[in-house]
């Protein structure tokens, strides 16, 4: 994408929030992740603004596998600043802890199209308090238990977690 495209297709659709967030204003997909379309080598493509902010502050291309990270939790969020880059998981082991762990769960619920970029951005979503895990779930498009088996480490349990906000103190 030139810079010319990149300022008229995402600098100018983004809008600062009271939280010191950049929100995308422009189309999102069904997971209310911002989506860009453009056109690169003659081809079409589509791209989550907050990638092509997170790779413009970064000098460089994300690698295949890693994924931008927000750590404000607003899937429309593209601010540089809220945003780093992580490692998607091992897509075979993802898979397996999904399939293995799925029964316990007992829904058919569609655990395997969650990456594990979703997961972390499910983990930091519910982290930062703004989101409800019924928000989260009907968000992502995975049922409630899941999100609860996830937050409480049922599955995906190899993804590291921030301490629970609950203190332990009752
Ligand atoms: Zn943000």
């Known amino acids: 994408m030139r810079m010319s495209e990149f300022r008229e297709k995402v600098l100018s659709r983004l809008r600062p929030s009271v939280r010191g967030c950049w929100i995308w204003t422009g189309a999102a997909n069904h997971q209310g992740y911002g989506s860009v379309r453009f056109t690169w080598h003659g081809r079409r493509r589509s791209a989550d603004p907050a990638r092509l902010m997170l790779e413009n502050a970064l000098g460089r291309r994300l690698r295949q596998g890693e994924c931008a ?51 972390r951005r499910i983990l930091v979503m519910l982290a930062g308090g703004a989101w409800t895990r019924r928000a989260v779930a009907r968000s992502f498009g995975v049922s409630l238990s899941t999100v609860d088996a996830i937050a409480n480490g049922r599955l995906w349990s190899h993804i590291p977690r921030t301490a629970r906000r609950r203190g332990g103190r009752s």
């Open 69 to 119: 990270l927000r750590k404000c939790g607003d899937p429309r969020c593209a601010n540089p600043k809220h945003l780093r880059a992580g490692t998607r998981l091992d897509m075979h082991e993802a898979m397996h802890t999904a399939g293995t762990r799925a029964s316990t769960v007992g829904s058919k619920n569609g655990n395997a199209r969650l990456s594990g970029c979703d997961v």
